[in-house]
T-cell receptor
Framework: AQRVTQPEKLLSVFKGAPVELKCNYS??????LFWYVQYSRQRLQLLLR??SRESIKGFTADLNKGETSFHLKKPFAQEEDSAMYYC??????????FGKGTLLTVNP | NAGVTQTPKFRVLKTGQSMTLLCAQD?????MYWYRQDPGMGLRLIHY?????TTAKGEVPDGYNVSRLKKQNFLLGLESAAPSQTSVYFC???WGQGSVFFGQGTRLTVV
């Protein structure tokens, strides 16, 4: 079975502070990991894929297979980063499983 | 540049009524998914499809049925709606190894 855990439901930081959103996963094979962002109950937008290893809007995430984690990081948070963030895992059967999400609030 | 389109955007049903949600994608994607989003629960997979004519159960399939008669369409049916099915429903699609694209959501209320 595949599982994604986001331990923090809520995360609040001040503008300019570093932010880290945690994601841990459970999967027996080689997973594909994603981060999605959702602004004000709009559609989900892809933020990062671990395969592409790119940085979007200043966010980065590294897949740590030893710790089964895929934490999302940004060195300096901005107010426009306030949103719901979801970590997701796609297994070899193409089943895409999401965590419960973390609501990030960036205070001025 | 439609991407993934869901119909309808909003719907109110009475308990026991039936309805079908339509998801259409114009990207020739093989894989399509239906999720429900509830506060504090994140997105939970209802059913998914890995190709035309195929469907598979997700985490919360009870009370829902799906069909993928055409590659571009993935239908989600509620045969007898219940208040517990009040939710926001999202459809998504992708290539096997590609990015997953989402529709704008359908807000369903069952009274």
């Amino acid at each position: 079975a595949q599982r994604v855990t986001q331990p923090e439901k809520l995360l609040s930081v001040f503008k300019g502070a570093p932010v880290e959103l945690k994601c841990n996963y459970s999967y027996s094979g080689s997973p594909e990991l994603f981060w999605y962002v959702q602004y004000s109950r709009q559609r989900l937008q892809l933020l990062l894929r671990h395969i592409s290893r790119e940085s979007i809007k200043g966010f980065t995430a590294d897949l740590n297979k030893g710790e089964t984690s895929f934490h999302l990081k940004k060195p300096f948070a901005q107010e426009e980063d306030s949103a719901m963030y979801y970590c997701a895992l796609r297994g070899s059967n193409y089943k895409l499983t999401f965590g419960k999400g973390t609501l990030l609030t960036v205070n001025p | 540049n439609a991407g993934v389109t869901q119909t309808p955007k909003f719907r109110v049903l009475k308990t026991g009524q039936s309805m079908t949600l339509l998801c259409a994608q114009d990207m020739n994607h093989e894989y399509m998914y239906w999720y429900r989003q509830d506060p504090g629960m994140g997105l939970r997979l209802i059913h998914y499809s890995v190709g035309e004519g195929t469907t598979a159960k997700g985490e919360v399939p009870d009370g829902y049925n799906v069909s993928r008669l055409k590659k571009q369409n993935f239908l989600l049916g509620l045969e007898s709606a219940a208040p517990s099915q009040t939710s926001v429903y999202f459809c998504a699609s992708s290539w096997g190894q590609g990015s997953v694209f989402f529709g704008q959501g359908t807000r369903l209320t069952v009274v």
